[in-house]
């Protein structure tokens, strides 16, 4: 019967997170209330506030998930065949095929984590862990011999990290981005970015 219940909440969790996400989509975090959350939930504002006290505990929540979501897809990218391999499905996914409401989700949580602490603080702990976990594949893939050995890998990490943010901020703004036919530069960028020795800061400062 425990188990039951245990089940029950978590299934009504969800239920709340995807209405919370249709309306932040729809709407915006600053525009939109709890209780136009509340009746997207089909649920009572006392109700939902057992489980959610506020809209940063809702990003929370979310935000959460996509921690959970980010691992399994960087786990499958060390699965596959190659690196390269893994990481085209990967980067097929998230520039392709991803839904349009994630990726405009995303890009209002990371306009929000610029003004809110609380926000800012789950944001900067999910996106410290992602790169942790792809520097790890990176540093697996060079011992492997798949990409240079002589790469940055803390500089490469913070650049495809930054290519995928805008990315995400580029399908969410600009409905003529045809992202089929930027994947394969996309991934042709990727590939020199990793395959080739990055230059050493204080030598290209000293023939400057």
Request: charge should be negative; hydrophobic fraction near 45%.
């Amino acid at each position: 019967m425990r188990r039951a219940n245990t089940q029950l909440q978590s299934d009504r969790r969800a239920e709340i997170l995807a209405a919370a996400e249709r309306c932040f989509v729809r709407s915006g975090f600053h525009q939109t209330s709890m209780q136009e959350i509340c009746a997207e939930a089909g649920m009572s504002p006392g109700n939902l506030y057992r489980y959610f006290p506020s809209k940063e505990a809702l990003i929370a929540g979310i935000s959460e998930r996509n921690r959970a979501d980010a691992a399994a897809e960087l786990a499958a990218v060390s699965d596959a065949p190659s690196f390269f391999d893994g990481l085209a499905q990967l980067a097929q996914y998230h520039v392709v095929e991803r839904p349009m409401a994630e990726v405009a989700l995303c890009v209002e949580i990371m306009a929000e984590s610029r003004r809110n602490p609380e926000v800012a603080r789950v944001f900067g702990e999910i996106e410290g862990e992602v790169k942790g976990k792809l520097m790890g594949l990176l540093t697996a893939a060079a011992a492997r011999g798949e990409i240079s050995r002589d790469i940055n890998f803390d500089a490469a990490t913070d650049i495809l990290a930054a290519l995928g943010d805008g990315i995400s901020w580029r399908r969410a703004v600009d409905p003529s981005f045809n992202t089929e036919a930027a994947l394969p530069l996309i991934l042709h960028m990727v590939r020199c970015l990793l395959m080739e020795p990055h230059p050493n800061p204080s030598t290209e400062e000293t023939k400057t």
